[in-house]
């Protein structure tokens, strides 16, 4: 039983050290939580973002931590153990790790970033009982209804509920900081405490996506919330589970609020649960429109830069623009109201540091076309744009009700402006669409959402794989975890593998097959960058040879690529320390397991090589070890 995480445990307090570290600035080791086969939202509002920052006041270096609800204007509930890494004692006054506020911020799609006040930890916090924290803003968000608290009673075992949050999807995929929500349905806990507890189970055969999900890295302190006396209300926050990779069979479970409500009331005083936070409207009316946009920014697309064009109506009291995406990436975003946005031209530049979150905000701002640009330096995944038109009165960015408008939306058609914002109706199930992996293929949409498949590309050469080995190790410690993967040879070209130092993205997917069903194991991009280098030797084999002993890009330490004519191409590729998304041992087997590496070109194509697996010298909760044939 372990709390979600959002990045790998680092202890930055150590037995050595804590006692000379009192009221210093103290972080919990990084949360374990999660939205697994969940769908992208930009609903729920009062749903926001809790980010990191070592260095205080530096908000353009913030990354995602963990997921928080307001549960007043200035106050967010999350879990204790996103903020502190010891027990109640540790966290309170006169304790060793109690929370900096300095380092921490909020970030939500409606409203922006807001500095932190102050951060308190519940005194019992002992995980998982009592694993909560109350979050206080140095100001107050407006435009927003806090959630409710549930002071109605006991859940009762069978309810449905929400679960909301920017943790990544799971099974090897590290995409924080996208904002998705899933359906579950209470199940009696086990864990304990069982009466402070609201727990589920996350078991084959696994629903559609959206009706049937879990929590995973980075959803930690997210809401659960549910339909009591026709009110939405929030009746947990995600503690912990039981898997790694939040992936069945999986054992969730969130703290319950009804047995805690007087801390959180003692907490929150007069600030809790308003029924509107400012003077303006509040998302939600009519007179707040939303514009949403799920996107992806791809090298492979043949461009670097992307813009996205809205319709700004007159007579908006304030215009909102919000931006997240994949942390992992790193993109620029500029935003121009009037005109089209370039590097060199814009109102707003969001994300001119490490950050992957941020806003523009406009008063009173003029009709016309706002442009927002989007521009990646580095790596790829998909961004959310949100923008929230406050006093826009019954339109859609402009459009009339009952006329044509875009919902960013790719699986849906027919878009109609309505007094709830721009609707669009799901498109003919199987229509093709791209969910964003490199690691699925025939994606498709599926009531509305882009599902991708988890077969291995057919497409992929396999001459040279004869001989290839891959070895997955389960070590000791998350330190001791490896994954190594070596292909044999072959005629792979110089140009198969283009130049990536500077613009060419490799992929790594790992597959494997239960009852002939395949299921991606291992997502793991290997980006351009100073990481690699070239060496030709007398004999005209190009060699690109990727380190990196920090294993930053999920673990991968060394990556070798030969090219040449005949069977002088080879590669090999390690993974290996606590970086790993290292996959759950034994593997399936049923009949395969697949390796893929692919080279994202700059041109926009790729060459993809691939090995299969269908028996192992080893397959044991310690190890995989298996020759091709």
């Known amino acids: 039983m372990t709390p979600r995480q959002t990045r790998l445990s680092v202890?930055?307090?150590?037995?050595?050290?804590?006692?000379?570290?009192?009221?210093?600035?103290?972080?919990?080791?990084?949360?374990?939580?999660?939205?697994?086969?969940?769908?992208?939202?930009?609903?729920?509002?009062?749903?926001g973002l809790l980010m990191w920052e070592d260095t205080p006041g530096n908000l353009d270096g913030a990354e995602s931590w963990c997921t928080g609800t307001m549960i007043g204007c200035s106050t967010m509930l999350t879990a204790a153990h996103c903020v502190c890494d010891g027990d109640g004692p540790d966290c309170v006054t006169g304790g060793t790790m109690i929370p900096d506020p300095a380092n921490w911020y909020v970030?939500?799609?409606?409203?922006?970033?807001?500095?932190?006040?102050?951060?308190?930890?519940?005194?019992?916090?002992?995980f998982p009982e009592a694993d909560l924290a109350v979050v206080r803003l140095a100001a107050p968000i407006t435009g927003i209804r806090p959630a409710t608290v549930n002071t109605q009673g006991e859940v009762p075992t069978g309810t449905d509920g929400t679960i909301v949050g920017f943790g990544r999807r799971g099974a090897g995929v590290y995409d924080y900081g996208l904002k998705r929500y899933g359906a579950i349905a209470t199940s009696t806990c086990s864990a304990s405490p069982a009466d402070k507890l609201i727990c589920w189970s996350y078991a084959d055969p696994v629903g559609a996506p959206g009706e049937d999900s879990n929590t995973c890295e980075g959803d930690s302190g997210g809401p659960l919330f549910a339909e009591i006396n026709g009110t939405t209300t929030l009746i947990g926050v995600t503690s912990g589970g039981n898997s790694e990779e939040c992936t069945p069979t999986d054992y969730s479970f969130d703290v319950d609020?009804?047995?805690?409500?007087?801390?959180?009331?003692?907490?929150?005083?007069?600030?809790?649960?308003?029924?509107?936070?400012?003077?303006?409207?509040q998302v939600g009316d009519a007179a707040v429109v939303v514009d949403e946009v799920d996107g992806s920014i791809y090298p492979a697309s043949g461009t670097d830069e992307k813009w996205f064009s809205f319709t700004i109506p007159s007579g908006l009291q304030e215009l909102r623009v919000a931006y997240n995406a994949h942390d992992y990436a790193d993109d620029d975003v500029y935003v121009r109201l009037g005109a089209e946005a370039s590097a060199s031209a814009y109102d707003c530049h969001v994300s001119p540091g490490t950050s992957q979150y941020g806003e523009c905000l406009y008063a009173s701002p003029a009709a016309g076309t706002l442009s927002v640009m989007v521009a990646r330096n580095s790596g790829a995944g998909a961004l959310q744009i949100t923008l929230t038109e406050i006093g826009a009165g019954s339109t859609?960015?402009?459009?009339?009700?009952?006329q044509a408008c875009d919902d960013g939306l790719e699986c849906t058609e027919s878009?109609?402006?309505?007094?709830?914002?721009?609707?669009?109706?799901?498109?003919?199930?199987?229509?093709?669409?791209?969910d964003g992996s490199t690691c699925t293929t025939v994606d498709a949409c599926s009531a509305g959402a882009c599902v991708g498949g988890a077969t291995p590309r057919a497409d992929c050469t396999m001459a040279g794989?004869?001989?290839?080995?891959?070895?997955i190790k389960a070590g000791e410690t998350e330190s001791q975890d490896k994954i190594q993967w070596k292909w044999g040879k072959s005629a792979l070209t110089a140009a198969a593998v283009g130049d990536p130092a500077t613009d060419t993205v490799a992929t790594l997917c790992l597959y494997d097959t239960t009852a002939s069903t395949p299921v991606v194991i291992l997502e793991q991009e290997m980006p351009s960058g100073a990481?690699?280098?070239?060496?030709?030797?007398?004999?005209?084999?190009?060699?690109?040879?990727?380190?990196?002993?920090a294993g930053s890009a999920g673990?991968?330490?060394?990556?070798?690529?030969?090219?040449?004519?005949?069977?002088?191409g080879k590669f090999a590729a390690t993974l290996k320390g606590e970086n790993v998304a290292r996959p759950t041992l034994p593997l399936g087997l049923d009949p395969t397991v697949t390796a893929q590496l692919s080279f994202a070109l700059a041109s926009g194509g790729d060459t993809c090589l691939a090995a299969r697996f269908t028996s192992a010298t080893e397959n044991s909760t310690a190890a995989f070890k298996a020759k091709s044939e």
Do not use: M
């Open 11 to 47: 202890l930055l307090i150590t037995l050595a050290t804590s006692a000379a570290l009192t009221g210093a600035a103290a972080r919990a080791a990084p949360p374990d939580a999660r939205i697994v086969n969940g769908l992208y939202t930009h609903d729920y509002p009062n749903v």
């Open 107 to 126: 970030w939500l799609q409606h409203a922006g970033s807001f500095a932190v006040e102050s951060v308190t930890v519940h005194p019992d916090y002992d």
């Open 257 to 281: 609020l009804y047995a805690y409500q007087d801390w959180i009331s003692s907490e929150a005083g007069a600030d809790l649960g308003g029924a509107s936070c400012g003077a303006i409207p």
């Open 396 to 402: 859609c960015g402009g459009v009339p009700q009952g």
């Open 415 to 434: 878009d109609t402006c309505t007094e709830s914002g721009c609707v669009g109706t799901a498109v003919t199930n199987g229509t093709a669409c791209d």
């Open 465 to 471: 794989s004869s001989g290839s080995s891959l070895q």
């Open 531 to 549: 990481a690699w280098t070239q060496k030709v030797n007398g004999k005209g084999v190009t060699t690109w040879t990727y380190k990196d002993s």
């Open 555 to 568: 673990g991968l330490t060394a990556l070798k690529a030969a090219t040449g004519e005949g069977t002088k």
